[in-house]
């Protein structure tokens, strides 16, 4: 049997988000016979930490707004001291590509560059550094990859037909709705009797949490016995606190904080509302199809409706009150069991297995 390939993985941060999920599936179901991985990470802890030290060893390096210069330096380092048959570099802007020029200079044979954001999400500068770096970054990879087809634009501007679609997979056994489950879910929670809805993800301006906050006081009027749960950290949680108190709501909103078993929590809603400014095919909206359940969602969101009925746009133009009217419809609504679905879908795990394997072995011999 030829030698196992050894992959350092780049993206994981403290945020268990999408990015963060897609690793994870990624290096707990690739063959291990065939693949060793590795992870090189700015945040401590990240996400899944503790699991990461039981797959491969975490490489900790300076963050780069803390100092560039120690940041090039500690990754230079570490392509110089270490041998990988690989690099997966997973980001959501290419504003600093030190990683792919470290491993086309150390002759790193398989360089995987993989958008997962459909826009800008950081400051004018995270922008400005995006664009200039983009044309390099391009040439520095092996294959490109992109978790949709305008993350892909995102990244890659006029090169994005290069781009290999990878669909954030899902390990749909975990989410599979049964009565039974979203009952214990509900009895450990309080919300016996309560329409309840959810969102999931990071707490900031752009996920536009403040508006669903609002679009709840208008659900309370019309059903007093109603819950919000918010799964998620993130800059605005104090904001939103504060906002929810100011608004009467704050009795009913559980800021859940974040979660490792959102499969579960998805059974106990009634409802899922993503109403983000601008989002590239949340990998939320995904788990939620997955566990069956209806989701209201805006219409600057790409959402990929592998069900559509499942998925139901609304326009931010519309004030909060149509919203509510629109999410109370889905009261008592029957959920039913959609993983067969998905398994047919380019978001089953084998998918993704298939496509990661492929790319892994497009090496180049130009280093």
């Known amino acids: 049997m030829s030698e196992k390939k050894r992959i350092l993985i780049d993206g994981m941060t403290e945020n268990p988000g999408g990015l963060e999920s897609f690793i994870m599936n990624l290096v707990r179901n690739m063959d291990k016979t065939r693949w060793t991985f590795e992870f090189v990470v700015t945040d401590r802890p990240v996400a899944y ?9 975490i490489h900790r390096i300076t963050p780069r707004n803390q100092s560039p210069r120690k940041n090039k330096k500690e990754i230079q380092e570490l392509f110089r001291k270490e041998k990988y048959d690989g690099l997966w570099f997973n980001k959501t802007t ?13 002759k790193v044979p398989v360089r995987i560059c993989h958008s997962h954001a459909a826009a800008n999400l950081g400051s004018s500068l995270t922008l400005l550094l995006h664009n200039l770096n983009r044309k390099k970054a391009i040439r520095l990879s092996t294959c490109l990859a992109a978790c949709s087809e305008a993350a892909a634009g995102w990244f890659y501007g006029k090169d994005k037909n290069k781009a290999t679609i990878v669909k954030n997979a899902v390990a749909l056994e975990k989410y599979t709705y049964t009565p039974e489950k979203a009952d214990k879910i509900r009895e450990e929670l309080g919300l016996n009797g309560f329409f309840t809805v959810g969102h999931v993800g990071r707490l900031s301006a752009i996920k536009n949490q403040t508006f669903l906050l609002e679009i709840f006081v208008e659900i309370q009027k019309k059903e007093p016995r109603a819950a919000l749960l918010l799964c998620g950290d993130g800059e605005e949680k104090e904001a939103l606190q504060k906002k929810a108190g100011e608004l009467g709501i704050a009795e009913n909103v559980r800021f859940l904080g974040v979660r490792n078993d959102i499969c579960d929590l998805l059974s106990a809603m009634d409802l899922m509302i993503f109403p983000s400014l601008h989002e590239g095919a949340p990998f939320a909206l995904i788990e939620a199809q997955a566990a069956g359940l209806f ?9 990929d409706a592998v069900i559509p009925e499942l998925i139901h746009y609304q326009s931010l133009e519309t004030p909060a ?26 978001y089953s795990l084998d998918f993704l297995l298939k496509k990661a394997g492929t790319m892994l072995m497009q090496e180049r011999n130009d280093t």
């Open 321 to 346: 009150e149509t919203w509510a009217e629109k999410a109370l419809s889905f009261r008592g609504k029957e959920r039913t069991n959609a993983v067969e679905e998905l398994r047919q879908s380019e």
């Open 49 to 57: 930490e503790n699991e990461l030290e039981t797959i491969g060893s």
């Open 295 to 303: 989701c209201l969602v805006s219409d600057t969101v790409r959402a």
């Open 94 to 106: 290419l504003s600093n590509i030190e990683m792919l020029k470290a491993a086309k200079k150390y």
